[in-house]
């Protein structure tokens, strides 16, 4: 709701309409927010563009810059090469991290994690995603991000890291949604850490982001196709299908 915990729109019958996820109001032509949730565009950056960076683009790279904050020779799987695991593998492409995997069920978007940054690759519908990390990295990797919401891939991205290692819950699974760990081998000083929004402040974030992306750093655009307002069931359906990473939607 608004501020005074008050909804802003009502239904002919005079029920209360959820109209402010996240304070973005996506699909209106106009927003009322705080100036504190503001950030400014810089000119000459397509404003169109930037509207993945409220949710999504940030979430992924927050995650890495903030939380896992990778040192030399880092070694980092990412469970889902969608939105917002790819912006994940771009911001470790922007650090020391010398190990990137992502996984993923669909070829296509494995492809464009290998552009992106991800130097090793496992498709998870052919090879198991555990062992292949395991191999790839000469044991536990060091971080494990799951960013698809799928309880099962939780639990292979937990047991992916080992003793000390961190796995970070990024993706939402459905409300009421539980999993279950290994004891003895969690106790052993692994970590499973809740991330939200890219653990960091808007303002600081984004405008990163909009910085590395216009220094050529950080091609999320490549992620971008563009649908006018009255195609967003075609929109939907080509997301649903795998066919469109994010799918922007232009106002008339």
Sequence with gaps: GRLDGGPALRRLDGRPVSSHFFG??????????????????????????????????????????NTVRPVPGTQIAVFGA???GLAAIMAARNSPATRIIAVDRNESRLRIAAELGAT?????????????????????????LECTGVIS?????????????????????PAGAEFSLDHLTTLWGKRIVGVLG??????????????????????FDRLVQYFDLADVQTALEQSYAGEVIKPVLRMP
């Design 24 to 65: 973005q109001s996506s699909f209106a032509t106009y927003a009322l927010t705080t100036a504190a949730a503001l950030v400014r565009v810089p000119d000459g950056l397509p404003l169109a563009l930037m509207g993945p960076l409220a949710c999504g683009i940030s979430t992924g790279a927050g995650a890495v810059f």
């Design 82 to 84: 969608g939105t917002v």
């Design 120 to 144: 090793n690759t496992v498709n998870a519908a052919a090879d198991d995603p555990v062992k292949a990390i395991h191999d790839l990295c000469g044991g536990p990797a060091d971080y494990s």
């Design 153 to 173: 891939v939780v639990r292979q991205a937990a047991d992916s890291v080992g003793m000390l290692g961190t796995c970070l819950l990024i993706g939402g699974a």
């Design 198 to 219: 890219g653990s960091g402040r808007s303002d600081e974030l984004m405008t990163t982001i909009m910085s590395l992306y216009a220094q050529g750093r950080f091609p």
